[in-house]
């Protein structure tokens, strides 16, 4: 079991940056691939980025290649997004979620069996 709670949402102009969090409780965190996805109003939820247990792979959506990263602290149980150059198109719900298996088609939602609640970044243009 896994428990996950995201912050660090906001109202930002474009241009700026904001660095969103996930606290993670659960005996399982560390061995974990983690995610995070967003979702716009009226659209499907989209993947963003995704990394290993160990941090040493990691992947991005081409939309946000080049201006966000992900990282994660396994002693902390944490996991962070990074995000620089937003555009408006960037304001959605970000939910962080712990991938169900290993490092295996990780930008498929249905492979994500825990969610947090999800934090709002909104970026004005």
């Known amino acids: 079991q896994v428990q996950l709670v995201e912050s660090g949402g906001g109202l930002v102009q474009a241009g700026g940056s904001l660095r969103l969090s996930c606290a993670a409780s659960g005996r399982t965190f560390s061995s974990s691939v983690m995610g995070w996805f967003r979702q716009a109003p009226g659209k499907e939820r989209e993947f963003v980025a995704a990394?290993?247990?160990?941090?040493?792979?990691?992947s991005y959506a081409d939309s946000v290649k080049g201006r966000f990263t992900i990282s994660r602290d396994n002693a902390k149980n944490t996991v962070s997004l990074q995000m620089n150059s937003l555009k408006s198109e960037d304001t959605a719900v970000y939910y962080c979620?712990?991938?169900?298996?290993?490092?295996?088609?990780?930008?498929?939602?249905?492979?994500?069996?825990?969610w947090g609640q999800g934090t709002q970044v909104t970026v004005s243009s």
């Open positions: 990394i290993s247990w160990p941090g040493s792979r990691t």
């Open positions: 979620a712990a991938h169900r298996f290993g490092w295996t088609e990780v930008t498929t939602r249905d492979n994500y069996n825990y």
